[in-house]
Structures are given as C-alpha cells and as structure tokens.
C-alpha cells in the first residue's frame, strides 16, 4: 500500500492535516489506536483562537462551530474577593475566541474526510516507523504503508517522538506540582463569560460547552485520582473557590465526566527528523492555563500544510526545511505564556509569602494597567508573528 503521507493520530492535528491535505489534492492515510467513538467522546479543550476559527472555516468544516459555538469577548480574573474583566473588545478590537468543544472539531473533521471518501483507520495496532533518512515506511497489524513523508500526528504518548534517533531531539521540559481535574457538569453556566480564579484553596476555572453545559477545573494534588472527587466534594470545592465575590452563586448538576490530567511544559526541538515531522502535542505541551495546546496544533498543521503543498507541486524543499523553525517562534511565546498565566493562578506548596505577595501584586498589575492587561489579552486571543 502506498500514499503521499503516512499520518499517525486521529486527533485534531492528524484529521486537520489530513482533511487540508485533500483540499490541495495530496492523498493521506490516517492510522489511530483507538476507537472512532473514543475520539469523539474524549473531553478536552474548548477554547478556539480566532486563527483556529479562521482555518477551519476557510476548510469548510466550520459551519457547525459557527452556528453552535460561543464567541467570547472577554474573560474574568476573580481573587481576593472581586472579579476584574479584561475587555478583549477594547484591548485587542476585532480578536475574539470561540468555544467549542474539541470533540466536536473531531467530529466535524471526521465526518468531512468520510464524505469525500479519506482513509481513516481505527483501532490499528502496533504502528512503528521505518527508514526515517529515505524513504520512510509505516506497519502496523501485518500491514504496510509506504509514504513520501509521515506525520508524527500522536500526541505526547504516540510513537512517532521515540521513533527519532538518540541524540537527534533536544528536549526542554517543566513539571509542575499539581493536576487539573476536568469536570463536565448538566448544568446552565453560572457566568456568561470564562472565570480564572485564584484563592488560597487552589486554582478553579469556570467555562462551559453550552446553555446547558458546564466545565470545570480544579487544581487538585499531582497524585490525585478522579475517585478521590466524589460528585459532593467537587461541587463543594468549586463553591468555596468561586463563590468568592458578593452576589455570585454557582448553580450544581449532574456531572456526566471527571478526569484528571498532568501538567506539563515539554518542546523538542528540531521538531522534524528526515521525512518524520512532528505536529502537535507530539512535539510540544503546554499546562492547559493558557488554553494553547489545540491552537498550537492547528497552527503547525498550517505550516506544514503549505510545506507539502510546495513540496508535492514542484520538489521544492524549502519550506519543509524550514518547519520546525517556522513552528517554533510560536510554540515557545505559547510555552511563555501558558507558564505564565499557570504561576499566576495556581498556588505553590513551595510558595512562602513573599511569593504569594508577588502573585497578587502582578495580578493587581495584570487588572489595572492597561498595558499589562492587554499583553494577557493579546496572548490570550493568539499572538500572531
Ligand atoms: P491528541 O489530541 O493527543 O491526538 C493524538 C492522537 O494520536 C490520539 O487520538 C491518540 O489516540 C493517537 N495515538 C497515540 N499514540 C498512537 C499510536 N501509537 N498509534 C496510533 N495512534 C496513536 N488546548 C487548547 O488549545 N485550549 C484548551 O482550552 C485546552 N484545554 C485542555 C484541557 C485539558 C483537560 C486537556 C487534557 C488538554 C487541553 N488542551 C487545550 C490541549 C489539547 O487538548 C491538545 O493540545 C490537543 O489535543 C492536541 O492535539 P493533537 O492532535 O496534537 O494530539
Ligand atoms: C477550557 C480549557 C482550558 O484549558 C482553558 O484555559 C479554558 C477553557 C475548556 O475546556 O473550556
């Protein structure tokens, strides 16, 4: 079996690659591990830079975004009894983000590759990449593909990264100590607008899928499980870390998803190996503070999109050359700012007073100065380079 481009994952990377690789007439195979219904039900982010909106309605997969997601034009930082709005339509006019859940960008990608007849395999197993240097080949089951480039489209666990020889991949990484627990609530969203808070008891986010659907996070221990939460605890939790300002209650429901997930800052650079190049969170993580992780992974499928494109035209290899560079400016003011926004937020075992001291002064730094307020924004909403 052969195709143009091996992609590994069906998550948003390796269907959006996939899908804006057939606009411009190039033929891919997708390989996932797991099930069609996992991907779609698996709950994840929610926020969509303007640029990310942009892309996918500019591939025609955006309809059902536009009509059921949610622009927002602001956001709320909530500490120390009162919340504090930083206006996007003032600071950044024009910029705005969308929620929508990111299931249902799979969904919607997944049903326009089935339409116009991709190759989407799930379920396959024990996919390993060969002959990286030449001319690279993927097995998997008993099979083979080979390809003239493969996408390394899996994510942090996927197999593409460690496919790359020793030596090759500088690494740069930061730990953290704490988890997020997801919470997915059927349940009216208590504030029109997302709500990062900050307390003493711990970091909580406010955001929401729809009228009718709430999500929550809550910094929780880095060893947590989502046993630890029973359905009391978390609404307890959520009130004692929202309800912080006069007048605001947070409304309870049934809650249908709890899942715990690391945080993590990770880059490898060079994100490209031979005719391996990595997209997504298989080259790059960010703590989810800053929202980034998805729009960082639209924006490289971007690049190499047009990489291919010029390669497949006419053998030029100027751009796919230039790939990881091209990624990168991004992906480390990403990393900066998602650092940033989770040492603001989050409370530190570690932190003495003086660091709680300085946390509430660049937040009061972050609220008042106009300058300060729209350098958040300005990030928030996606930096463009
Ligand atoms: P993935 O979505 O991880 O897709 C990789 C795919 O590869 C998966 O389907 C996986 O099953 C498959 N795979 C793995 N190994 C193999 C293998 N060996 N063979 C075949 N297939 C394989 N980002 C934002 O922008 N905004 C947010 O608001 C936001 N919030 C988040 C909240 C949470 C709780 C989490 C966990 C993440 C959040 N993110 C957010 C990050 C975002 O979800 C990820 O950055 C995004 O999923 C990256 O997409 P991807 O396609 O690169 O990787
Ligand atoms: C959501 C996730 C985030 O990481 C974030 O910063 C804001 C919103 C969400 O899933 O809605």
């Known amino acids: 079996m052969r195709t143009q481009v091996g992609i590994i994952g069906a ?71 009162a919340g504090h709005r930083i206006p996007f339509e003032k600071l950044v006019p024009g910029r705005a983000i969308t929620v929508y859940g990111q299931q249902e960008v799979v969904k919607d990608l997944i049903a326009a590759r089935l339409e116009a007849g991709g190759d989407l395999r799930f379920e396959v197993e024990d996919v390993a990449l060969h002959a990286l240097e030449d001319r690279p080949y993927l097995t998997f089951g008993g099979e083979r593909l080979d390809c003239d480039v493969i996408a390394g489209c899996d994510g942090f666990h996927g197999v593409s990264r460690p496919a790359v020889p020793e030596g090759v991949l500088t690494t740069y990484e930061r730990e953290y100590p704490f988890a997020w627990l997801g919470i997915l609530a059927q349940v009216a969203p208590s504030s029109e607008e997302l709500i990062y808070a900050r307390g003493e008891r711990g970091f909580a986010l406010h955001s929401m899928r729809s009228p009718t659907l709430s999500r929550f996070y809550l910094q929780v221990p880095p060893d947590a499980v989502a046993e ?25 429901g049934e809650i249908v998803e709890k899942s715990v997930t690391p945080m993590r800052s990770y880059v490898v650079e060079p994100m490209q190996y031979g005719r391996l190049y990595l997209a997504g969170d298989a080259a790059h993580i960010v703590p989810p503070t800053g929202a980034k992780g998805l729009n960082l992974a639209v924006a490289d499928v971007r690049v190499l999109t047009e990489a291919l494109a010029a390669y497949f035209r006419d053998g030029s290899t100027g751009l796919l050359d230039g790939y990881s560079a091209a990624c990168l400016k991004r992906v480390w003011r990403a990393q900066h700012f998602s650092w940033w926004m989770t040492t603001l937020l989050h409370t530190f075992d570690s932190d003495d007073a003086y660091g709680r001291r300085l946390q509430l002064s660049y937040l009061d730094y972050v609220t008042s100065s106009e300058a300060a307020a729209t350098t958040l924004a300005e990030n928030y909403v996606g930096y463009e380079w």
């Open 11 to 81: 998550g948003p990377a390796g269907l959006l690659l996939s899908h804006l690789l057939h606009l411009r007439g190039i033929s891919s195979v997708v390989l996932e591990r797991r099930s069609r219904d996992h991907v779609e039900r698996r709950v994840r982010a929610g926020v969509l830079e303007q640029g990310t909106v942009d892309t996918l309605v500019a591939a025609g997969v955006g309809e059902r975004m536009l009509r059921e997601g949610l622009p927002h034009h602001g956001i709320e930082l909530r500490y120390g009894g």
């Open 228 to 252: 630890d939460w029973p359905d009391g605890r978390v609404w307890d939790e959520l009130k004692a870390r929202l309800e912080t300002v006069p007048g605001f209650t947070l409304a309870t």
